[in-house]
């Protein structure tokens, strides 16, 4: 006799014996319940037969077959089933959380491991599953059968990661979409709402589908939140051909995002009110957007949109590099070079062209003028919905997700509305200043997954380049103030050890990285030209130093230096990106094989001032670097920062982690700070990337 949780294939007791031999031919199965009827419930009796038996007989259908009776406890999408020999009480299809002796519902072991399972059916009835070595015919009709519960041998996915038990008696509301490639696939409904029990398997749903091109390679991606937080992508390969046809294997399937580890109570999660995920999709972006709502709709199904973004990178990078630029040159206003607070006059002008820049980049993602009617309906939904949140929420969250992108995007800096007049700008408008933003990576995701355990003392380390600045009539070691400014705060506090360096090399930066809690950089750095960079930010440098006047110019000696040596075509350092240190120039080539590690998972703060290029890429430097050496968290500068600004924006930040705030809370309130107390705009420079719920 076997086990009770051996599969076994349904067929109904009325089935010739021709046709079930062709189908456990086809389904490779070991064993078989013979139902009474073609549509057996859970908890109905059945006959069990080997497949072995069934080859050997010569009845005339599977009905006359002698075996074990047995009783169905689980029915499953691919008509298998599970069963046992006692009795059970009858219970709602998709529904089984097991039985105990007595026949009442009983929850499974706690250490049951529960994964996503995806698995493609023909949409026949009876529908056949869709081996993974067949290809998918033209103008075919199929259903995507979507569980989550114990690793089922129909599904796609053989590799899931485990969904953590949710510390609760209610079963969670998830929310499931799907997506694609261009049209190559169309859905009859991409989105669903899934209803995961505090324990066993889910109830299975269906997203139904027809292949409408041709096509080589086609990524489908299934996307699962929970409170509007993406907990993980599953993406599938099909190929489309004419006729259905034989693969020499399966295609990829894998799980390309997952957050799940770390939340060992699903039920704690922040809800976001919007999560975003930007893929690469040819010449063009593909945006999945999943919204608690729709305007007035109540539907479930229609709560996101999937949509392909009619602007292509070379243009995105345009808007990008342009709000750049403008930064940039805000950096050079005169009052902003001298300290930290600006001119009423520059804080108007300097918001003004922010939000032009603003609303460019906005309009590109959200308002793209190619768009379709179709796409302008969705994006339009979209953009109400985020005018609905703002209005009735006091700093709204926001999830945003880069797979592929070779650049970040200046979330910050986005600007709802258009604007003429220099008076008419709103600060809180900005969406530095007016989301909670989470900017996420697939590594970024899976550092955050587990934190790291508390430890008494909050460690500090990293490095300092001595910046002077011309202030007045003198020249102001701006560093050295910043150092004895944290010490200070440092030793008030007590539990905080504060270890920041002139100079490192392979030996001691080890130990330093991978104790600490924060890892800051204060110092120069350079960020090395990606292709898709069209920008010549080092003659950008060099001009801005020209027009400075003779006499204050003079005073930037360490300017100067590198703009007459360090910057030069022949230095090998100029085509790598690499931080400077006083004492030590820190070249990326020479990290990445000194074997680094971020034990402790450390929130990286990228302060790095007075350079000529620095761009927070996300496919080479610094910001992909730290994520994969570990941290949960990275925050960078969209142009070159100014060491008085820096200095005075990095002391803030450090206090109110030390406090214990999260980053997702800390930048919205440090913006607005800067901008409405000391006129200075420059916050909107700073963009996080990584868990907005990081703390330390």
């Known amino acids: ?71 169905i406890i689980r029915i499953f999408p691919d008509r298998t089933a599970h069963w046992q020999s006692d009795p059970v009480v009858p219970k709602h299809t998709d529904d089984y959380r097991g039985t105990d002796e007595t026949g ?41 059968r979507i569980n989550i519960g114990q690793r089922r041998s129909d599904s796609r996915i053989a590799t899931a990661e485990a969904l953590p038990t949710p510390e609760t008696n209610e079963d969670l509301p998830l929310f499931i979409s799907v997506s694609s490639k261009g049209q190559y696939v169309v859905f009859d409904a991409p989105m669903h709402h899934l209803s995961l029990p505090p324990s066993g398997d889910s109830q299975t749903i269906q997203f139904s589908l027809t292949a409408n091109q041709v096509i080589d390679d086609l990524p489908l991606w299934i996307n699962v939140y929970y409170n509007w937080t993406l907990l993980q992508t599953l993406e599938l390969h099909f190929k489309i051909t004419p006729v259905e046809s034989d693969l020499p294997e399966p295609l990829l399937a894998r799980v390309s ?164 007049d220099p008076n008419s700008v709103d600060l809180s408008k900005f969406w530095g200043c007016r989301y909670r933003l989470e900017i996420m990576t697939t590594q970024l995701a899976q550092n955050a997954q587990q934190a790291p ?4 003392q909050l460690q500090i380390g990293g490095g300092t380049y001595n910046f002077r600045v011309p202030i007045a009539d003198s020249v102001v070691d701006v560093t050295q103030q910043h150092r004895a400014a944290l010490q200070t705060w440092s030793a008030s506090r007590g539990n905080v050890t504060l270890d920041l360096r002139e100079a490192g090399d392979k030996t001691s930066l080890g130990p330093l990285f991978s104790q600490s809690d924060i890892v800051y950089m204060y110092c120069h750095g350079h960020t090395a030209k990606t292709p898709d960079d069209t920008s010549d930010w080092v003659a950008k440098f060099r001009d801005q130093m020209a027009r400075l006047d003779e ?117 919205p309130a440090l913006r607005r700070y800067f901008i409405e107390e000391e006129r200075n705009p420059l916050g909107l420079a700073y963009t996080y990337y990584g868990d907005a719920d990081a703390k330390v």
């Not at 709000?323 to 001119?343: E, F, H, M, V």
């Not at 768009?371 to 309906?377: F, I, N, P, V």
Request: charged share 15%; with cysteine.
């Open 551 to 667: 006499g204050v110019r003079s005073k930037y000696s360490d300017l100067l230096s590198l703009s007459q040596k360090e910057y030069q075509p022949s230095d090998p350092n100029s085509s790598d990106s690499w931080l400077k240190w006083n004492q030590s120039l820190l070249p990326l080539r020479l990290l990445s094989q000194w074997g680094l590690k971020l034990e402790r998972k450390p929130l990286v703060i990228l302060n790095m001032c007075e350079s000529a290029q620095v761009l927070p890429t996300l496919s080479s430097g610094f910001i992909p670097f730290f994520s994969q050496l570990g941290a949960r968290g990275i925050l960078g500068t969209e142009c070159p920062m100014l060491a008085p600004f820096a200095a005075a924006f990095g002391q803030k930040l450090i206090e109110r982690l030390g406090l214990g705030e999260a980053m997702g809370d800390i930048l």
């Open 257 to 420: 995002y997952s957050r799940t580890a770390g939340f060992a109570d699903l039920a704690s999660i922040r809800p976001k009110q919007i999560s975003c995920t930007l893929t690469g999709d040819g010449e063009f972006y593909r945006m999945s957007v999943a919204w608690p709502a729709e305007g007035t709709s109540t539907r479930r199904e229609q709560r996101g949109l999937n949509v392909v973004l009619p602007i292509n990178a070379a243009s995105l990078s345009n808007e990008i590099l342009q709000a750049r630029n403008t930064l940039y040159d805000i950096t050079w206003q005169p009052s902003y070079r001298q300290g930290t607070r600006g001119k009423l006059a520059e804080r108007r002008e300097s918001l003004y062209q922010l939000a032009v820049v603003g609303n460019r980049l906005y309009a590109a993602l959200f308002a793209p003028s190619g768009a379709t009617a179709e796409q302008a309906a969705s994006l339009a939904a979209l953009r109400a919905w985020l005018e609905t949140i703002s209005a009735e929420q006091s700093l709204p969250a926001l999830q945003i997700i880069h797979q592929g992108m070779p650049s970040g995007v200046p979330w910050g800096l986005l600007y709802p509305e258009p604007v003429n």
């Open 104 to 144: 009442t519902v009983a929850p499974p072991p706690t250490n049951q491991l529960r994964v996503i399972n995806a698995a493609l059916y023909y949409a026949d009835d009876p529908p056949d599953l869709v081996a993974a070595t067949s290809t998918l015919a033209l103008a075919g009709r199929y259903h995507l």
């Open 1 to 71: 006799m076997v086990a009770p949780s051996a599969l076994a294939l349904i067929l109904p007791a009325g089935m010739p014996l021709a046709t079930a031999l062709m189908i456990v031919n086809q389904r490779h199965v070991d064993w078989l319940v013979i139902t009474p009827t073609p549509n057996p419930k859970e908890g109905d009796a059945a006959t069990l037969i080997a497949v072995a038996e069934l080859k050997q007989s010569n009845v005339s259908v599977v009905g006359a077959l002698a075996g074990v009776t047995v009783t």
């Open 453 to 456: 355990s508390a430890q008494q």
